[in-house]
């Protein structure tokens, strides 16, 4: 069964920092790509970062760069989105997915993924 389990949501004020987390199982986790979406309510899901399966191409989305740092640890299956200076505006579920890809690039965020984790949400107080 292939599992990705979001983890390290919660509140927080602005200009603060959060580090999610991402452990995948099930599926040969260092021949994909992950990648981290957020949804707001009432919005539509939006790609905020991603990474190559050997992580040596990263893209991020403009609202957040600069400020998020995606990574991952392929000894461990598992992907990380550092989250600094955060905003209100970012407050959303977060979530993270794998794309059997070898390149990642900003579009690649809008290819549909093949695996999704349940979210964890992320709060920002003003």
């Known amino acids: 069964e292939v599992l990705l389990m979001e983890g390290g949501g919660g509140l927080v004020q602005a200009g603060g920092s959060l580090r999610l987390s991402c452990v995948a199982s099930g599926f040969a986790f260092d021949d994909y790509a992950i990648g981290w979406f957020r949804q707001a309510p009432g919005k539509e899901r939006e790609g905020v970062a991603a990474i190559s399966l050997n992580g040596r191409t990263i893209a991020y989305a403009e609202s957040v760069k600069g400020r998020f740092t995606i990574s991952r640890d392929n000894a461990k299956n598992t992907a990380y989105l550092q989250m600094n200076s955060l905003k209100p505006e970012d407050s959303a579920i977060y979530y993270c997915?794998?794309?059997?890809?070898?390149?990642?690039?900003?579009?690649?965020?809008?290819?549909?993924?093949?695996?999704w984790g349940q979210g964890t949400q992320v709060t920002v107080s003003s």
């Open positions: 997915a794998a794309l059997y890809t070898i390149l990642v690039v900003r579009s690649t965020l809008e290819e549909q993924w093949d695996y």
